[in-house]
């Protein structure tokens, strides 16, 4: 576990090493806050980085990605969209019923989902689809969504920061408890695979 996470550290700071804050831009976009933000907390911490500006190159990055994703959406409309997701969505993470489960939340919540769509992982991704769809203002997608990201990425990026400064206890820690910390990811693993599964193994059984 400790390995892992010193290669992964390795590699974030490897590109933040190389493109400097523009890397973190880029990693804001391609990479989910919680694998890249702990780890910037990390540069924080031993004064490679400032907060502030890691802050906002980070998020940047995610609004530049899901700026995009809301334009997309608005141009292509809510039935074009459900067939790109269903085309390409496995290249991305997404999938089908994770964009009707939001489509069908912003129904419900509109545009209150921006801001706190932007706590939920899943939902995170997709959100701007549904607030292109509905064609909701540019200006107001981007400052909602901008004000969600912001306190998100900075909640990930303090963490990390603690973490930082107190590196080799947290490592001692996984270190010794490495059994337990594989044993609760595996039962969450299967946990998943059996929520996704079961479904479709049941009603073979029925048949």
Not at 78 to 105: D, H, M, N, Q, W
Not at 119 to 125: D, G, I, M, S, Y
Not at 151 to 180: C, F, I, M, P
Request: charged content about 15%.
């Amino acid at each position: 576990m400790s390995l892992f996470l010193d290669n992964l550290l390795g590699f974030i700071v490897g590109v933040i090493d190389l493109l400097g804050y523009p890397g973190l831009i880029v990693l804001g976009a391609l990479v989910p806050p919680e694998a890249v933000l702990p780890f910037a907390g990390f540069l924080v911490a031993s004064g490679e980085l400032t907060f502030l500006w890691a802050l906002l190159a980070a998020t940047l990055g995610a609004t530049i990605k899901h700026g995009a994703f809301f334009l997309v959406a608005r141009s292509l409309g809510t039935e074009r969209i459900r067939e790109v997701v269903e085309r390409y969505g496995k290249f991305f993470l997404l999938s089908t019923s994770g964009l009707e489960r939001v489509l069908a939340l912003f129904e419900r919540v509109g545009g209150r989902l921006v801001f706190f769509g932007c706590f939920v992982p899943n939902v995170r991704t997709l959100v701007a689809v549904p607030a292109g769809c509905a064609r909701m203002r540019l200006w107001r997608f981007l400052s909602v969504h901008t004000l969600g990201t912001l306190l998100w990425n900075g909640g990930l990026l303090l963490a990390g920061t603690l973490v930082g400064r107190n590196w080799e206890v947290v490592r001692d820690a996984l270190s010794t408890y490495k059994q337990v910390i594989y044993v609760g990811l595996g039962l969450l693993i299967l946990g998943a695979l059996l929520k996704r599964f079961w479904p479709r193994l049941r009603a073979k059984g029925a048949s």
